[in-house]
């Protein structure tokens, strides 16, 4: 059965701290891989990783996906109060190619 | 560009009671696909309809439903509501679907089941 599955589940951390998420997969076949960030209620879209683009970066965000380990990081260097929110990562499933989602990691940047 | 809409933001509804909820896709976008979402559980996929058609389900009860409009304007029904159907409904949006790139999504529409 097609798996997403993310730690830490919360981390709590000081502003200017560098964090590293992570997500990893258990599909049949892999497509993609895609991060978001929910602040409040909807998710909004941050990197979709896939075999032929394998490391993504905005700004102080960056994600890179290892094939072998089957499994993707989420760095935010020198955080920010506003980074506070919840990042899911999701994958397409192959029985019916719907996006399957981690439950989260729930990041906290205290001041 | 207009976001995804929700309606109604929240609501309250008894046992056994059913809930209606609609959401205005992005103009444009032909994918409307919903999500139920509760803490620590994660996004858990509804179904996805696109152009009029429900081109995928997930694992839920027929107690849920849904449908797409000719304007792409989405509704889901959920009927004789469980407690445990307490949750925030996301709809999100796309030109294609979410396995092809981005999802947008909406405020979502907190429900709660007393």
């Known amino acids: 059965e097609d798996k997403v599955v993310q730690s830490p589940l919360s981390l709590v951390v000081h502003e200017g701290d560098t964090v590293t998420l992570n997500c990893s997969y258990e599909?049949?076949?892999?497509?993609?891989l895609l991060w978001y960030k929910q602040e409040k209620k909807a998710p909004t879209f941050l990197f979709m990783l896939?075999?032929s683009g394998i490391e993504k970066k905005s700004g102080r965000l960056s994600s890179i996906l290892d094939k072998k380990e089957l499994s993707s990081i989420l760095n935010i260097t020198a955080t920010q109060t506003g980074d506070s929110a919840i990042y899911l990562c999701?994958?397409?499933?192959?029985?019916?190619?719907?996006?399957?989602w981690g439950a989260g990691t729930k990041l906290i940047i205290k001041p | 560009k207009a976001g995804v809409t929700q309606t109604p933001r929240y609501l309250i509804k008894t046992r056994g009671q059913q809930v209606t909820l609609s959401c205005s896709p992005i103009?444009?976008?032909?994918?409307v696909s919903w999500y139920q979402q509760t803490p620590g559980q994660g996004l858990q996929f509804l179904f996805e309809?696109?152009?009029?058609?429900?081109?995928n389900k997930g694992n839920f009860p027929g107690r849920f439903s849904g449908r797409q409009f000719s304007n792409s304007r989405s509704e889901m029904n959920v009927s004789t509501l469980e407690l445990g159907d307490s949750a925030l409904y996301l709809c999100?949006?796309?030109?294609?679907?979410?396995?092809?790139?981005?999802?947008?999504f909406g405020e979502g529409s907190r429900l709660t089941v007393l």
């Open positions: 999100a949006s796309s030109i294609l679907g979410g396995v092809t790139g981005e999802l947008f």
């Open positions: 103009s444009g976008h032909r994918s």
């Open positions: 309809y696109f152009s009029e058609t429900q081109r």
């Open positions: 599909v049949t076949n892999f497509r993609s």
């Open positions: 896939t075999s």
């Open positions: 999701a994958q397409p499933q192959d029985s019916n190619y719907q996006l399957i």
